[in-house]
């Protein structure tokens, strides 16, 4: 599992203040990321549908379910593209696959398309329920570096993102955004 580490994380540690890698707050949200899904499975080297997965998100364990057995098949299973894995040998097409994954605690989308306000900015990847971390486009101004237009923003439908008020047409965006933690 790709936790965070922090050796600091006891009474006084200065791992308990703030919210970037190796604190406290960031490792629970990793946890409270992991996802677990079951699966029909197919033949060797074919896509195998999961819902919400992308490219860089971590496998952490994939078990084939084959007569009531469970067998770990997790060195041969990859993320293969966005929504999809694979097995490397392992024919599972009259099996289950049970897959548990973390996505990246932190997803950037960059090259989006600006738009009018009040008008849907595609995101691959980005759902209901997931924060926008930061929203930004460069300046071209005499000063250069970036606009923050995130206090603007919110998710109006998985895979779409609206500024309110603010015009972003002809802007190239850049969304850092986190998922939605799954609770058990």
Known sequence: MPLST?????????GFHGKGPGTAE???????????????????TTNIALAG????DTLTQVMHSTAGVL????????????GNIQLSTTDTSTDELHVTW?????????????????????VAGIRVGDTILKLTYPDT??????????????????GNV???????????????????PTYI
């Open 141 to 158: 101004g005499v000063g250069g570096g970036e606009v923050d237009v995130t206090y603007d923003a919110s998710i109006t439908s998985d």
């Open 26 to 44: 960031w490792m629970i949200r990793e946890l409270q990321l992991v996802r677990t899904d079951v699966l029909a499975g197919t033949t060797a």
């Open 53 to 56: 997965a992308l490219l860089g």
């Open 102 to 122: 973390t996505p990246k605690p932190e997803r950037t989308e960059a090259g989006l398309t600006g738009a009018a306000a009040v008008t849907n900015i595609a």
């Open 71 to 82: 067998v770990d098949v997790t060195a041969e299973a990859s993320i293969t593209s966005d």
């Open 162 to 180: 609206q500024c309110a008020t603010l015009v972003t047409t002809g802007k190239v965006l850049v969304i850092r955004h986190a998922p939605a």
């Open 6 to 14: 922090n050796t600091k994380l006891g009474p006084g540690g200065a």
